[in-house]
């Protein structure tokens, strides 16, 4: 084992900046049921860039230090020194999830069969070399499955799953997905296929409408056409949607799903009501793409809901047997349904370059970038 540890860090500082930085910490030892992992691949997701970036502007981002210990500092508007303030003066470490070799063991059963082993990580921190990390937190990956193939093992996939789950809890039989073409959302179109679930893929782009079509996707919706309304009322008129997953946030998009769903659960009252269907319809807000205002047009009747969706209380709603399904079924399928594909590799240093930052931080579908702590 390495003599150094390094991790990524995200501090906020009293006089309103953010520093990015790369430090050195010790080596950890396992408690009984955990175990230290060495990181040998990490992605970088939307969730990773709001505790990396957090509130500050980042066009007016500098770069300074040395080749191998990199800092990127940047501007917080003092308007959002307010929201942050708890975490002012703390170096919070980055990384939600990663994939490696299990290097040392705690005394435990279930920490000592982990050793050797290539495991998948989920709870922060993983953008350093060596991560400790409790044995329930980490998942076993199946012989021959690589820490590169294992590392986004987590949050896509178990977002994507809980998502199905949610719909099957709540009633609904069928789902809206919007900026479907993500890595997260083709996962989403695999599992459907697989499970035989109508998915209405809404999308912005004609490239992407293609990419999804080929890949199986029946119901593809393009949000920049002008026909997309109509397009998007006749899909849901088709598989009976009413529920559906937005990562955009900001904007009117939430509320036109809402307003095509009414439409198409609504063509066969014979009676009008002031109060629209009575078919209850759901948005779960899952991201933050725009950040701007959710523009709610009321022409949805009343039997409506847009809500948060966050991976850990879904999967917390959802019970241990179905975590523990999950789980069972991404690592058997981590390779076909919940396969990852990364455009840029770079290790700990090189994600702090302002080049490389300026493309993933624009979270930009086909530009996934993966970190290799070890490189």
């Known amino acids: 084992m390495s003599d150094t540890n390094i991790e990524l860090t995200s501090t906020i500082t009293e006089n309103n900046k953010l520093e990015l930085a790369l430090r050195e910490i010790e080596i ?39 080749a191998d210990r990199p800092v990127i500092s940047a501007d917080v508007p003092a308007k959002f020194m307010g929201a942050v303030k708890k975490r002012v003066g703390k170096a919070v470490p980055v990384g939600n999830e990663g994939a490696g070799t299990v290097v040392a063991a705690g005394s435990s059963a279930a920490a000592q069969s982990l050793m050797g082993k290539t495991v998948a990580v989920i ?83 004609p490239e992407q409408e293609a990419l999804l079509r080929d890949m199986g ?25 009413t529920i559906a997953f937005d990562p955009i946030g900001g904007g009117r998009l939430a509320s036109d799903i809402l307003t095509c769903m009414e439409a198409a659960v609504s063509r066969d009252m ?17 991201g933050g793409l725009d950040r701007g205002p959710i523009t709610l047009n009321r022409s949805f009747g009343f039997a409506w809901g847009v809500n948060g969706f ?7 709603k959802l019970g241990k047997e179905t975590n523990i399904a999950m789980r069972k079924r991404i690592a058997a399928e981590i390779k076909t ?34 970190i290799k702590p070890q490189s």
Request: net charge negative; glycine share 8%; proline share 3%.
């Open 28 to 66: 950890p030892q396992p408690g009984e049921h955990e175990v230290v992992i060495r990181i040998e691949a990490a992605p970088i997701n939307p969730s990773d860039l709001g505790v990396m970036f957090s509130a500050a502007d980042m066009t007016t981002a500098r770069q300074a230090g040395s």
């Open 123 to 205: 709870g922060g921190g993983s953008y350093r070399k060596y991560l400790c990390a409790n044995v329930q937190s980490c998942l076993e990956l199946e012989p021959g499955t690589t820490a590169v193939e294992g590392a986004s093992s987590f949050v896509n996939p178990l977002t994507a799953l809980a998502m199905v789950e949610t719909m099957r809890a709540e009633g609904h039989k069928a789902i809206v997905h919007a900026a479907a073409a993500s890595n997260l959302g083709q996962m989403l179109n695999r599992i459907c296929i697989a499970d035989g679930i109508d998915l209405v893929n809404i999308v912005r782009r």
């Open 217 to 241: 996707a029946k119901y593809v919706v393009n949000s920049s056409s002008d026909s997309f309304m109509a397009d998007l009322t006749q899909a849901l008129i088709d598989t009976g949607a």
């Open 270 to 286: 014979t009676e009008y009501s002031v109060y629209g269907s009575d078919i209850y319809k759901q948005v779960y807000i899952y």
């Open 310 to 316: 966050l991976l850990f209380n879904a999967l917390g």
């Open 337 to 370: 349904t919940f396969a990852s594909h990364y455009t840029h590799e770079v290790s700990l240093a090189g994600a702090l370059q302002l080049d490389a930052m300026s493309v993933y931080g624009k979270q930009a579908t086909g530009e996934k970038f993966l």
